[in-house]
């Protein structure tokens, strides 16, 4: 029964942390539009490891998204975290029966308040789409930092 807490507790904090990492952590990515912004406003993109993302300049909260670019970074940042989690789930572990039960109780209640509604919220505010920019290719995507020290113009948005 222990192992079954043990799974359970590993596997619902590690999607919990990937998204929260994805949603909080994202850099804002660069693209050629944003030197020659012939018709308004260019936005950068954002995303980790990735860019996933871009607002519309419809509203502060819309954005076009890349459903599968989005699914590539969590698996990404998952398959990173994924040792980490487990050693430190293997350690709590051995405290004692309690301490996985805890864990594994209190990453799902973490799930339910706080994920699913901020999964939820994103899913309806975000449209998805094939392709960030209808001007630059997915592959001339650089990150802004970069972008900036060979002398590029930021994104406006």
């Not at 222990?2 to 596997?11: A, N, V």
């Not at 419809?58 to 599968?68: A, F, K, T, V, W």
């Amino acid at each position: 029964m222990t192992k079954i807490f043990l799974k359970l507790s590993l596997w619902i904090w590690l999607i919990s942390l990937t998204i929260i990492i994805e949603l909080t952590c994202a850099i804002p990515w660069w693209h050629p539009y944003c030197n020659h912004q012939a018709d308004g406003t260019g936005f950068a993109s954002i995303g980790i490891p990735l860019p996933y993302a871009q607002p519309t300049g419809i509203s502060s909260l819309q954005d076009s998204y890349l459903p599968h670019v989005l699914l590539l970074n969590l698996f990404l940042i998952g398959f990173v975290l994924y040792p980490l989690l487990s050693a430190l789930v293997r350690r709590i572990a051995d405290w004692s029966d309690f301490a996985s039960k805890l864990m594994a109780c209190l990453g799902a209640v973490f799930f339910l308040v706080i994920i699913c509604p901020v999964v939820v919220i994103t899913l309806i505010e975000d449209y998805p789409t094939t392709s960030l920019d209808l001007s630059d290719s997915y592959m001339s995507h650089r990150p802004m930092f970069l972008a900036l020290k060979m002398g590029n113009k930021a994104c406006d948005g």
